[in-house]
């Protein structure tokens, strides 16, 4: 059974920088594509940045695009979300999930079968 496990949230100021883990046991990193996506308090999930499984296409949303980076190490069976300049809107609960298909980048949840718990990441102005 794929397990996803993230890790790195905590309290920040605004302005500053933080990088996101997750984590894949029960299967191999290389086998799918990852996304990252939060949920702030009241509000839908959305997505935020995915990869492929080679890490060689991406896709970010416009409202991180330039300030968020996603990498993978397939090594590591690790995923990262390096978050700069962050900003109180970016509070929320982040999660990692993997997409069944090698190449998904999303934006849509369909298709991302396996789910991490959620890291809190709150920014404060």
């Known amino acids: 059974q794929v397990q996803l496990v993230e890790s790195g949230g905590r309290l920040v100021q605004a302005g500053g920088n933080l990088t996101l883990s997750c984590t894949i046991s029960?299967?191999?990193?290389?086998?799918?594509?990852m996304g990252w996506f939060r949920q702030a308090p009241g509000q839908e999930r959305e997505f935020v940045a995915s990869?492929?499984?080679?890490?060689?296409?991406?896709k970010e949303a416009d409202s991180v695009k330039g300030r968020f980076i996603i990498s993978r190490d397939n090594a590591k069976n690790t995923v990262y979300l390096q978050m700069n300049n962050l900003k109180p809107g970016d509070t929320a609960v982040y999660y990692c999930?993997?997409?069944?298909?090698?190449?998904?980048?999303?934006?849509?949840?369909?298709?991302?079968?396996?789910w991490g718990q959620g890291t809190q990441v709150t920014v404060s102005s």
């Open positions: 029960g299967g191999t990193l290389s086998s799918y594509a």
């Open positions: 990869i492929i499984w080679s890490g060689t296409r991406r």
């Open positions: 999930a993997a997409h069944r298909n090698p190449y998904g980048l999303g934006p849509s949840q369909g298709g991302f079968n396996y």
